[in-house]
């Protein structure tokens, strides 16, 4: 079957880590046999498709929204088929399963400092392959996955060194899809063996200064401060793996993108006030989710980066990874009402 060209194409095909986030507010973490008190509880979504997908459908996205994965035949997958079904997102790539639970995260957040921590049950994500993906029959533009490291059967390395995510972003640029990669802040050794094989297949990259410096070898930050050239040469060493149109890296101070053609742009985040700040989580999916807005309706690279910002700000409203999404004028307006950081580097105009 014949491609679909890229300007006949619409909409945003997230697959990847489906999971039912249990925030937990506590007051301290605690050390080992010492005791902390859970101040609130909420329950949310979790997952690169899930919450970007969410986030789309808040900020209004008017294109077709779909979701690939797997979730188990249990009460959190038909939570996560209903609130998708509210939505407007097509879950027919999204399969359940009796082998394993739905995919299910513990967030222990700090009251007034956002620090988070994550206890995770792999669950169905696990065993998700992919293989009932037919890219000639999937009218979506772009096709984003998350979280590599995270999904068991599509990050196992072969002889080769080739992992089956590189094969089915391979198979997504093929039919005439956009790509785009996320990449879990593990701690491992793993990042080089299993991002490295994706890259190769991915127009776009969106991860955090963390990952970004796990794959390209890179320290970006160093005793809490961000390093700006280590982060411009982690750039550029993800470009070099493969990645054929654009690099961004995000961070709490703003973000980084730099194009295939060598062309850098830098956008600070906007200054939420520490009262404003219910939680971190999600707000580096929340960022993904304005920056695919905007690449895929053909923005300005400036315009997506600053998107990409005032969607976390909002985020960090909640502590729900996508409870504080609102529609895009609203989020848009955030720059207005908080204010835009100072510059990252001395050179930049906005």
């Known amino acids: 079957m014949k491609a679909t060209s890229v300007s006949k194409r619409s909409g945003i095909l997230a697959g990847g880590n489906w999971i039912v986030d249990q925030v937990k507010i506590i007051d301290t973490y605690p050390q080992p046999e010492q005791l902390a008190n859970i101040t609130s509880q909420h329950q949310g979504t979790g997952g690169a498709p899930y919450n970007v997908l969410l986030d789309l ?137 299993v991002a490295i094989p994706a890259l190769k297949f991915c127009d776009y990259a969106i991860i955090n200064e963390y990952e970004a410096g796990q794959v390209a070898g890179f320290r970006i930050r160093k005793d809490g401060v961000l390093d700006t050239v280590s982060l411009r040469h982690a750039a550029g060493a993800i470009l070099q793996f493969g990645v054929k149109e654009l690099i961004v890296i995000h961070f709490p101070e703003g973000c980084f993108a730099r194009t295939r053609d060598g062309k850098d742009h830098w956008q600070p985040s906007l200054k939420v006030p520490d009262k404003h700040v219910a939680g971190t989580a999600g707000a580096g999916d929340a960022f993904c989710a304005g920056m695919l807005f905007g690449l895929h309706e053909g923005w300005e690279l400036q315009r997506c980066l600053l998107l990409g910002v005032c969607a976390a700000a909002a985020s960090l409203s909640d502590p729900t990874c996508t409870g504080g999404m609102k529609p895009l004028a609203q989020v848009e307006a955030l720059k207005k009402k908080y204010g835009v950081r100072p510059p990252l580097e001395p050179e930049e105009e906005y």
């Not at 513990?106 to 620090?115: I, N």
């Open 57 to 193: 459908a808040k900020l209004g996205a008017e294109f077709p929204l779909s979701g690939a994965g797997m979730v188990g035949k249990d009460a959190y997958g038909e939570q996560i088929l209903a609130d998708c079904a509210r939505h407007k997102i097509d879950t027919k790539l999204l399969k359940t399963t009796a082998d394993a639970p739905t995919s299910f995260t513990d967030v222990m957040t700090v009251a007034g400092k956002g620090q988070r921590t994550f206890f995770h049950c792999r669950g169905a994500n696990a065993l998700w392959e992919a293989k009932d993906l037919d890219f000639s029959k999937i009218k979506a533009r772009i096709f984003h996955l998350g979280y590599l490291l995270l999904l068991d059967k599509l990050d196992a390395v072969n002889k080769e060194g080739i992992t089956p995510a590189a094969k089915l972003l391979q198979a997504a640029q093929n039919a005439g899809l956009k790509t785009c990669v996320d990449v879990v802040s593990e701690a491992s050794d793993r990042f080089k063996a």
